[in-house]
Each structure stands twice: as C-alpha cells, then as structure tokens.
C-alpha cells in the first residue's frame, strides 16, 4: 500500500502505536530473563521486593524513559532546525550546543583529578550532567547576542557552526593534556547512552524537554508561513526576529536536555524528519511536528534495543547504532524519486 493511500492521521496513532509497543518492548527484554507477569506486576506495585523489581525500576524503566524522550526532543529539534535555516542537513549540532556541552564535560573531566574527592562526589550526583548544560547554556547566550544583531539566517548558521568547532578545538587541547582515564570518560559519554540515568534525571530530562515539545508545537502555524521565506511571512504578520530567538531557545533546550543526560545522540535530529516527510508527503508542521515527536521516540527505543542485541553481553553506543542503520535509511530517501528531484 502506498504510503499516502492512508490519511495522515492513521499513520500519527500507527507512529505512536509502534511507539509504545517499542516502548514495552525495552521494558521486557533484556540481558536478564524476567517473566512479563513479574514485569508487570513491579510496574503496578511500584516498590522494590525482590532483585528483579529492582532491575525492572531502576534499570529498564529509567532507559526507556530516557530513550522516548530523548528521540522526541532530537526529531522535534531538528525539524525546527531545517526550517529555520532552509536546510535539509541542519540539526541541533548548527548552533554549536552539543560542541558546548562537550566542553563543559572536558572541562569538568580535567578537573576531577585537580579538585579530589569533593568533584569526585559531584560526578557522582550528576555533575557531567550539570556540566553539559552549563556548557550549552553558555554557547546558546552567545548564539542569542549574535542573532540580535544578524539578520541573515545563513551568516548564523555559518557563526553557530564556527561556534561549534572552536569548542570542538578547545575539547581537542584538553583532552591532550589529560589522562587517559580522563579521556575515556569523556570518550565514553561522546558515544552517547539511554542508560545510567535516575528516576530523579528522568524527571529533570521531562522537565525541560515536555515544555519546549509544547512550545514547538505552538509555533506550527508561524513555521508553516516561513517555508514561503522570511518576507512572507512577515508580510503575514509573523514577527520573523522573534520567532528565530524562540526557535533558537525551543531546539537549544530540546537538544541540551538529551545531551546533558545522554551525550551527543548522532543522526536522529537529522534523518527523522526527512523520513516523516516521506512517509506523509506533507510540508505541513501541524502533522510534521507530532509525527517527528512518534517517529523519533520509535527509532530512539528502536536503536536502544538494537544495541543491547547487536552487543551480546556489552550493549553497543548508541551513536553506532544510529549511524549504521539510518544512514543508509537517509540515502535511500534521498535518492528517491521525489527527494532527488528537489
């Protein structure tokens, strides 16, 4: 069946559907057997009996929280980045956040060693994560001072990528003068994960993830207006300035929140909302933004338990899994009849 034989909206509760079943999905398997009955049996009870309640709660809940939200807050993000910049390869990497993250966790890693156990106690109660942000709250200021004063979308594509690569560089000179433990912890979050967050980090994840999802889904109609250019849509009253500050802070927040907990996810942001656009043959942001939201969790859970299968008893990075199964998915979208003529 072709894919707009369907309406839109069937393929939105088919996106979320599958979703979901990924979802239950990472919450039954694993490397250790556990009956359904006694998976759900934990999730109902809500309290910790035995060892496999634990692993259940504490384990497999927290990572497939973690890998839905992250996939929505990825899709969404790079959907806004696309539009925003008119290009089909932009992501959340253009505004130089994720580099910034990456600093601020160099930084924090070369510290460890300098600081003693005090920063030893911070890492262990979510320092990389308060690192992360504080590294890309610093990069988004400085994208905002810059596009107050810019006015061509493509001038700040070009600074935020600049931005990007000079924390890069900084992350690089760091990293040369650490230890090699030093830089295998920072190696090890580069790789990107769904695992090892909290209950706690779960819940900090949503709460800067869930609004900005809203936020974005707001400012459907004003993204569909700039699709024409900047000039129509201010000529239909959307004030363009704005709305770019707001784009910039919404897919900053969106793409922050996964990095501080997850590292830097690779090809989500990018690849999903090519792949909606092909599944739904629309431009529109109305369908685009809830589908990206569906589609993005699917692959997020999707790239999660590929990873624990493909490992055996060592999960692979995630960024691995990603990169090896959607690139391809990318090119073949690209190269489709449809894709390759625009």
Same mark, same amino acid.
């Given at each position: 069946m072709r894919a707009d034989a369907l309406p839109r909206g069937l393929w939105l509760l088919?996106?979320?559907?599958?979703?979901?079943?990924?979802?239950?999905?990472d919450l039954f398997l694993g490397?250790?057997?556990?009956? +359904?009955?006694?998976?759900?049996? @934990?999730?109902?009870? &809500?309290?910790?009996?035995?060892p496999q309640d634990r692993i259940v709660l504490a384990f497999r809940l927290p990572r497939a929280a973690t890998a839905l939200l992250a996939g929505a807050a990825l899709a969404a993000s790079g959907l806004l980045m696309q539009t925003l910049f008119e290009n089909p390869l932009a992501g959340s990497f253009v505004l130089g956040v994720d580099s910034g993250a990456g600093l601020g966790v160099a930084l924090l890693l070369l510290a460890a060693d300098s600081l003693g156990a005090g920063i030893s106690r911070f890492l262990a109660l979510g320092g990389v994560a308060a690192? $992360? &942000?504080?590294?890309?709250?610093?990069?988004?200021?400085?994208?905002?001072?810059?596009?107050?004063?810019?006015?061509?979308?493509?001038?700040? !594509?070009?600074?935020? /990528?600049?931005? %990007? *690569?000079?924390? =890069?560089?900084?992350?690089?000179?760091? !990293?040369?003068f650490s230890s090699g433990e030093q830089a295998h912890? *920072?190696?090890? &979050? $580069?790789?990107?994960?769904?695992? %090892?967050t909290t209950g706690a980090q779960v819940g900090v994840m949503a709460l800067g993830i869930l609004p900005a999802l809203l936020a974005a889904c707001a400012l459907a109609k004003?993204?569909?207006?700039?699709?024409?250019?900047?000039? *129509?849509?201010?000529?239909? =009253?959307? +004030?363009?300035?704005?709305?770019?500050?707001?784009?910039?802070?919404?897919?900053? /927040?969106?793409?922050? $929140?996964?990095?501080?907990?997850? =590292?830097?996810?690779?090809?989500?942001?990018?690849?999903?909302?090519?792949?909606?656009?092909?599944?739904?043959?629309?431009?529109?942001?109305?369908?685009?933004?809830?589908?990206?939201?569906?589609a993005g969790?699917?692959?997020?859970?999707?790239?999660?338990?590929?990873?624990?299968?493909?490992?055996?008893?060592?999960?692979? +990075?995630?960024? @691995?899994?990603?990169?090896?199964? =959607?690139?391809p998915v990318v090119v073949w979208v690209v190269l489709r009849g449809r894709g390759g003529r625009r």
């Open positions: 088919l996106l979320a559907g599958a979703a979901l079943v990924a979802f239950g999905a490397s250790v057997s556990i009956p +359904p009955e006694r998976v759900l049996r @934990a999730l109902l009870s &809500w309290g910790v009996q035995d690192a $992360s &942000w504080a590294g890309s709250l610093a990069v988004l200021l400085v994208v905002l001072l810059v596009s107050r004063r810019v006015e061509n979308n493509t001038v700040l !594509l070009i600074l935020g /990528l600049m931005f %990007g *690569y000079a924390s =890069g560089s900084l992350v690089t000179v760091l !990293l040369h912890g *920072y190696l090890a &979050w $580069s790789f990107g994960t769904f695992s %090892g004003p993204l569909n207006a700039l699709l024409l250019g900047e000039r *129509y849509a201010a000529t239909m =009253g959307v +004030p363009v300035r704005r709305l770019r500050g707001g784009l910039i802070v919404v897919a900053a /927040l969106l793409s922050g $929140s996964v990095t501080a907990f997850c =590292g830097p996810v690779a090809f989500l942001g990018i690849a999903t909302p090519h792949l909606c656009r092909a599944l739904l043959r629309t431009e529109d942001h109305r369908v685009l933004l809830p589908a990206c939201v569906a969790s699917l692959l997020a859970l999707g790239a999660d338990l590929a990873s624990r299968g493909l490992g055996g008893g060592l999960p692979l +990075p995630v960024n @691995a899994v990603t990169s090896l199964l =959607g690139a």
